[in-house]
């Protein structure tokens, strides 16, 4: 009888915080790293974790200002120093964070000679400023500027689309970055050798400063682990239709109660595979 060598898994995933910084108001940095992993496992976890990082994060942005006194979005207003447009632009950069749901109204007035900033806009107490020191224009005689805001909570990148009758009554569409994830890279360390070679996981994020980087990766992992939960629910659903046909009703189980059981029987399986090759 030849016995093979198993080995019996003892590895326990650890998460760490290695670097944090704060370069500005609107900048933050986090670099974290995830071990010990098994070849490919680091690559499989940091390319969905980039994507969840990008592109599965709600952040609150303004997405439409409206002015009754402005003609076309490339025009010029006597006493204000910047375009029409590059109002627009500044305003795009605005840094919001909320609790919205869907959206909301807020607005600017302000009166020149003097320098406009985000510390200027009206809005309800559900939306706070990342930095209220941000440029929107400024009034270079005595005049006043009111603008209408339109702010949203959404995810992803949404392009504006220009229509003509939207110009009519002042209403200008912004394009909207809701993503508060600016970057994310990953990269991975090897070490070991043979079948017993590991990695190391590194994660680095970049944020607006609405979250972060440590919020915005615990919120990542959340959203990827309910896009899998469905999986988990068909399986179970499945379950319930065949054991309904034989005997009764399956208890519904929790995500944590299905993980636990999980790991219990793998530990089980393991056991029994260690006493039987002893």
């Given at each position: 009888?030849v016995?093979e060598k198993?080995t ?46 990008l592109?599965?994060?709600e ?22 120093q910047?375009?029409?447009?590059e109002?627009?632009m ?8 909320s ?6 109204g ?18 309800p ?8 020191t ?39 569409p ?27 996981l ?22 990827l ?14 379950l ?39």
């Open positions: 009888m016995r198993v019996v898994s003892t590895r326990t995933l650890q998460w760490k915080c290695v670097e944090s910084r704060v370069d500005n108001k609107r900048l933050c940095y986090g670099r974290f790293i995830l071990s010990p992993l098994i070849k490919g496992q680091a690559d499989t976890i940091g390319i969905a974790m980039r994507r969840a990082l592109g599965e994060i952040g609150t942005c303004i997405t439409r200002a409206k002015s009754e006194k402005i003609p076309h979005e490339y025009s010029t207003i006597v006493g204000i910047e375009s029409v447009h109002i627009l500044n305003l795009k950069e605005i840094g919001l964070r609790n919205l749901y869907g959206t909301c807020a607005f600017i007035c302000a009166r020149g000679p003097g320098y406009v900033t985000a510390q200027d806009i009206i809005s107490p559900s939306v706070e400023i990342v930095d209220n941000q440029h929107i224009a400024r009034l270079t005689e005595p005049i006043d500027l009111c603008i209408g805001l339109q702010i949203e909570r959404n995810r992803g990148y949404r392009y504006s689309i220009k229509r003509p009758n939207n110009f009519q009554d002042g209403s200008y912004i394009d909207a970055v809701f993503m508060p994830v600016r970057n994310a890279n990953h990269s991975i360390h090897s070490y070991g050798n043979g079948n017993e070679r590991q990695e190391i590194f994660l680095e994020i970049w944020t607006n400063g609405s979250l972060t980087p440590k919020e915005a990766l615990h919120e990542a992992s959340r959203n682990i309910d896009l899998f939960i469905p999986f988990l629910h068909g399986e179970e659903e499945t319930h239709l065949e054991y309904n046909r034989h005997k009764g009703t399956l208890p519904p189980l929790t995500f944590h109660d299905r993980l636990a059981k999980l790991r219990k029987n793998k530990k089980e399986r393991e056991l029994k595979i260690f006493l039987l090759t002893n």
